[in-house]
């Protein structure tokens, strides 16, 4: 089909930056995890997985390469990520690798069988970087389930080119390669649509802005820096001033009208700032899903669901109960077929004690086969393989469902008091 794939060696040492002389097209590749973005990287670039670290990072970063009608092209498949609030560290490296890597545009991969979830992280890339290609992917799998995406009502809405496929049968490469190229082709960067934050917000924003783009000289976007400085994100200071040079926290202009800034805020009655931001991005993605799924696919009662699954009042108590009766059914569920499979072990064992007493075996030897390895072999699987058997599939479903991402959420803001993210409460 006139695509050429060739597999680059690990970039570790370069920080995965790729070499100006390469004059090769750098695109970063972002995703929600489990929405087949390595699929796709795997399919453009025939790698299987060379990989380095962001500078000061140990977070695995794939890099490959690719040629498409006479140009080549540099694939940099960032780690999944929900967001790019740089909560986590899969998430500082995708922001920083778009705000710092070099790329000359985007490719957001997204799940067609759950839109909405995934429109979060192309809202905020879109923030980042307008030259992006929204890749809309598992359409067989969309189809099935008798989800039909309108990809042109997606693309206008977004004002950036939208492009099925479906990565793990190659169908839709050249379609995405083809719009990747438009992009970046034509002269002046598309104008994507903007999440709307709250009248308060957008005017503190609009008030740093003439500081900010007289200091980063178009680098990074203004109102996405005011943004995540109002907002206090600590990551963004130090990463600011190891890659420009200009360090904010020592800027005392800046700093005295960001501290005006958010005492306007204070002011205006808002608060809790983050999750007004984050309830603003759920609601454009929400408005961004309405214009791209047929109207009967997403029902008011699953919009009635999310809101009762999400909302302060009704949110944890609903996820406590969930929780709770996941625990409960891998528990109970598995007492029945521990107790079968232990019975059919044990009984092996009994077998396998008669055979060695038939050769007339030491009873070092059985000591050490029967009574060591196979008993504790067979304890450890009529044990744990049962729970582990109800208890995977179970979260599986809950992620595939969209809910995991939805008790992150809900948790973030309790977790960040002590240091650490909502996506930690699902270890916790």
């Given at each position: 089909?006139?695509?050429?794939?060739?597999?680059?060696?690990?970039?570790?040492?370069?920080?995965?930056?790729?070499?100006?002389?390469?004059?090769?097209?750098?695109?970063?590749?972002?995703g929600?995890p489990?929405?087949?973005k390595?699929?796709?990287?795997?399919?453009?670039?025939?790698?299987?997985?060379?990989?380095?670290?962001?500078?000061g990072?140990?977070v695995?970063?794939?890099?490959?390469?690719?040629?498409?009608?006479?140009?080549?092209?540099?694939?940099?498949d960032?780690?999944?990520?929900?967001s790019?609030?740089?909560?986590?560290?899969?998430?500082?490296?995708?922001?920083?690798?778009l705000?710092?890597?070099?790329?000359?545009?985007?490719?957001?991969?997204?799940?067609?069988?759950c839109?909405?979830?995934?429109?979060?992280?192309v809202?905020?890339?879109?923030e980042?970087?307008?030259?992006?290609?929204?890749?809309?992917?598992?359409?067989?799998?969309?189809?099935?389930?008798?989800?039909?995406?309108?990809?042109?009502?997606?693309?206008?809405y977004?004002g950036v080119?939208?492009?099925?496929?479906?990565?793990?049968?190659?169908?839709?490469?050249?379609?995405?390669?083809?719009?990747?190229?438009?992009?970046?082709?034509?002269?002046s960067?598309?104008?994507?649509?903007?999440?709307?934050?709250?009248?308060?917000?957008?005017?503190?924003?609009?008030?740093?802005?003439?500081l900010?783009?007289?200091?980063?000289?178009?680098?990074?976007?203004?109102?996405?820096t005011?943004?995540?400085l109002?907002?206090?994100?600590?990551?963004l200071?130090?990463?600011?001033?190891?890659?420009?040079?200009?360090?904010?926290?020592?800027?005392?202009?800046?700093q005295?009208?960001?501290?005006?800034?958010?005492?306007?805020?204070?002011?205006s009655?808002l608060?809790?700032?983050?999750?007004?931001?984050?309830?603003?991005?759920?609601?454009?993605?929400?408005q961004?899903?309405?214009?791209?799924?047929p109207?009967?696919?997403?029902?008011?009662?699953?919009?009635?669901?999310?809101?009762?699954?999400?909302?302060?009042?009704?949110?944890?108590p609903?996820?406590?109960?969930?929780l709770?009766?996941?625990?409960?059914l891998?528990?109970?569920g598995?007492?029945?077929?521990?107790?079968?499979?232990?019975?059919?072990?044990?009984?092996?064992?009994?077998?396998?004690?008669?055979?060695?007493?038939?050769?007339?075996a030491?009873?070092?030897?059985?000591?050490?086969?029967?009574?060591g390895v196979?008993r504790?072999?067979?304890w450890?699987?009529?044990?744990?393989?049962p729970?582990?058997?109800?208890f995977?599939p179970?979260?599986?479903?809950?992620?595939?469902?969209?809910?995991?991402?939805?008790?992150?959420?809900?948790?973030?803001?309790?977790?960040?008091?002590?240091?650490a993210?909502?996506?930690q409460?699902?270890?916790?």
């Amino acid at each position: 089909m006139g695509l050429t794939r060739a597999a680059t060696g690990s970039a570790a040492a370069a920080g995965l930056r790729p070499q100006a002389a390469d004059q090769q097209r750098v695109i970063a590749l972002a995703g929600n995890p489990n929405v087949g973005k390595s699929t796709l990287f795997n399919s453009l670039t025939g790698l299987r997985q060379h990989t380095g670290n962001w500078p000061g990072k140990t977070v695995a970063v794939a890099q490959g390469s690719c040629r498409w009608k006479g140009k080549d092209y540099t694939l940099v498949d960032l780690p999944g990520t929900y967001s790019l609030l740089a909560h986590s560290a899969e998430e500082e490296v995708a922001r920083d690798f778009l705000c710092f890597g070099g790329a000359r545009g985007a490719v957001v991969v997204c799940d067609a069988t759950c839109l909405e979830r995934n429109l979060n992280l192309v809202l905020q890339t879109l923030e980042l970087e307008p030259r992006t290609v929204v890749c809309v992917n598992l359409l067989d799998e969309a189809a099935r389930k008798h989800i039909k995406v309108d990809l042109a009502a997606l693309s206008v809405y977004l004002g950036v080119p939208v492009v099925g496929c479906s990565a793990g049968r190659e169908e839709g490469l050249e379609e995405l390669l083809d719009a990747l190229d438009r992009l970046l082709e034509e002269e002046s960067s598309p104008s994507p649509r903007l999440v709307r934050y709250p009248p308060a917000v957008e005017f503190a924003a609009a008030a740093l802005r003439p500081l900010l783009e007289s200091r980063l000289h178009g680098r990074l976007p203004a109102r996405w820096t005011a943004l995540r400085l109002l907002e206090g994100d600590p990551t963004l200071p130090s990463v600011l001033a190891r890659q420009t040079g200009w360090d904010p926290e020592t800027d005392r202009e800046l700093q005295g009208a960001l501290a005006r800034a958010r005492e306007q805020l204070a002011h205006s009655a808002l608060e809790d700032l983050s999750g007004q931001l984050a309830a603003s991005l759920v609601q454009a993605a929400h408005q961004a899903a309405e214009a791209a799924l047929p109207q009967g696919t997403a029902t008011a009662g699953g919009e009635r669901l999310d809101r009762l699954l999400t909302a302060r009042t009704t949110g944890i108590p609903a996820m406590l109960l969930l929780l709770a009766a996941v625990l409960w059914l891998t528990i109970e569920g598995a007492n029945y077929p521990s107790q079968l499979l232990s019975a059919g072990l044990f009984w092996v064992q009994d077998r396998l004690t008669d055979l060695l007493a038939w050769l007339h075996a030491p009873a070092w030897l059985h000591g050490a086969l029967v009574l060591g390895v196979y008993r504790v072999l067979a304890w450890v699987v009529s044990v744990m393989l049962p729970p582990m058997a109800i208890f995977f599939p179970l979260f599986t479903l809950l992620e595939d469902f969209g809910y995991l991402p939805r008790v992150a959420f809900l948790l973030d803001h309790g977790f960040q008091k002590a240091k650490a993210c909502g996506k930690q409460a699902l270890t916790m």
